[in-house]
């Protein structure tokens, strides 16, 4: 029977072209819009490799406090907003923290291997940022004392594999701003977001000789469960008591990712409703020619109730002509769909689009499927010996 | 070869009725009709007078409103639509004025086609089959050629191939003929007299050309749903 479907189908292929073209069109774009809600999907259900719940990124402006004297103030600041009940650890980082969308990226290389590699997000922290982000490590330490003097780095998963991919990385050696020993592997670091793909990244040690407020002028502070509207007050007004020319910013983390998932949200959910638009019109035209098409075939379908198609036979038949019909269009998306990971064309990793294609022909499949069964009842409800005798 | 007595289709009693939200029509009325093994049975009467729609009871197309139709002494009103489309398939060929050729597929697989609905049935002994009955047409050398590349007479006897290639015991012929020419009309009917008389198949056709109905072993008249002779 599934021959004979194929040839029934190949030799009406003109008739069928526009539900052949229809079909394939709507694979595509359900494909390409798959890929990205894929792609978002898979990067949003993985680890960020942080913990943002209790922390709050404090932006910290020196107003017209002379240079010279900022970096002490920042360390007042910090002592202060340590000693506050309700805090549990501080720390000094750059404008890049996580959900920022800010990024401070470079090239970074083995000693022994001076080949070009992709930029690896940069991250300046001090030895609290390991607590108050509660970043897990896979290896080695993060930064303490024992460091002062050494330079030494603390390195990402996503790094360790890109430059030591089958060694331990612990007392190896980067080049990033001059050599410097790997202390210890981070699990994936993913401040870009929920929705970013996972990126090779690198910690520099604030030493002791970055007395310098620029580029460190920001804090990230981990908070104790239930601190609130108060202790951000307390904090604000330490800060402008200790230093009356400065203003602060205070953004819990959660808000912050809040804030960006939603910058990253409305275009996909924009774009998944002008999917689904489409997709309803799409329906509705197979809904529609296959109506046209039973009403036109009734003669057929009253012979072949005749020569002992049974009613459910019928409506299985049309069902089968449907997915053939959904099959030739889908061998023709697949064949476009193959292009993309070749071509590298929505720079997402190469399985996602192999699960978009078995997502966008799972669906295909369905929506033929659906829109198939009543015309199907409708073909198995036609009464042979009427519909013979209409021609 | 020889008519057995044993009936093949026995309808008894059978009145078909068309309601409507305004009107009854009544199509049959009171038909008893027995059709032996092997007979080659003609029906005939004017337009409207209930032909067509017997010829569906038999081929089990359609139910009586009253009475029953019996398959080999069975009756098959309890059947399902399952048991009934296996019971046409295996047992009733049909042959229509207007052919009912599937114009988008070629001669071979039109012929084909009742056997794609028999169970167990491989694509090999389907071609074999359809080749067959093809031969017995005469039209071996059109298997490729799609009904639009054919004649009318062509057309029909690819329809008598198709209702052949099942081996059924019973062919329903709904005027077989009305749609061709003498010369072609008399072609068909001498391949249905030619089954009747070398395959024992019993043919029950629908005619108007009374010169036709005379070659089969019995005509039976119809007037107003009713039998009349």
Known sequence: MLKHLFTLIWNRKRANALLIVEIFLAFVVLFVVGSLLVYRWQNYRAPLGFAYEQVWEVGLDPGIQPKAERYATQQQIIQRIKSLPGVRAVTRTGSNTPFSNSHNSSNIERPDQRIFRPPSNVYRVDDAAGDVLQVPLEEGRWFDRRDDGAPVVVISHDMKELLFPDETAVGKFVVADGKKRIVGVTATYRADGDFADPKQAIFLRNGLQDTTFEHLETLLVRVQPGAGGALEKQISADIRAIGPSWSSNITPLAEARDKQMKTVLTPLVALVITCVFLIVNVALGLFGVLWQTINQRRSEIGLRRAIGASAGGISGQILGEILVVATFGLALGLLVAAQFPLLGVLGVRVGVYGTAMALAAGLVYLLTVICALYPSRLAAGIQPAVALREE | ?229
Not at chain 2, 87 to 114: C, M, T, W
Not at chain 2, 158 to 168: E, Q
Request: aromatic share 4%.
């Open chain 2, 1 to 229: 070869m020889q008519t057995s007595a044993a009936p093949v289709l026995q309808l008894t009693d059978i009145e078909k009725i068309y309601q409507t939200k305004t009107i009854e029509t009544v199509a049959l009325h009171r038909i008893n009709l027995t059709i032996g093994r092997g007979e080659f049975v003609s029906i005939m009467g004017p337009s409207g007078c209930g032909k067509s729609t017997l010829l569906s009871l038999m081929g089990l197309l359609d139910e009586p409103t009253h009475g029953t139709v019996a398959v080999d002494g069975r009756p098959v009103q309890s059947y399902s639509d399952k048991e009934l489309a296996g019971l046409r398939n295996l047992k009733i060929g049909f042959v229509f004025q207007s052919y009912h050729l599937i114009n988008d597929l070629a001669v071979l697989d039109n012929v084909e086609l009742p056997l794609l609905y028999r169970p167990g049935m491989g694509g090999k002994e389907r071609r074999q089959r359809a080749l067959a009955a093809l031969d017995k047409v005469g039209l071996s050398a059109r298997t490729g050629h799609f009904p639009s590349q054919l004649s009318g007479g062509q057309r029909q006897r690819v329809a008598i191939a198709r209702a052949l290639a099942g081996a059924p015991e019973i062919i329903l012929a709904d005027e077989p003929t009305g749609n061709l020419d003498s010369v072609m009309g008399e072609e068909i009917m001498d391949l249905l007299l030619g089954l009747n008389r070398e395959h024992g198949t019993t043919i029950v056709m629908v005619t108007h050309d009374e010169q036709q109905a005379l070659k089969t072993q019995r005509l039976i008249r119809l007037f107003d749903g009713s039998q009349v002779g």
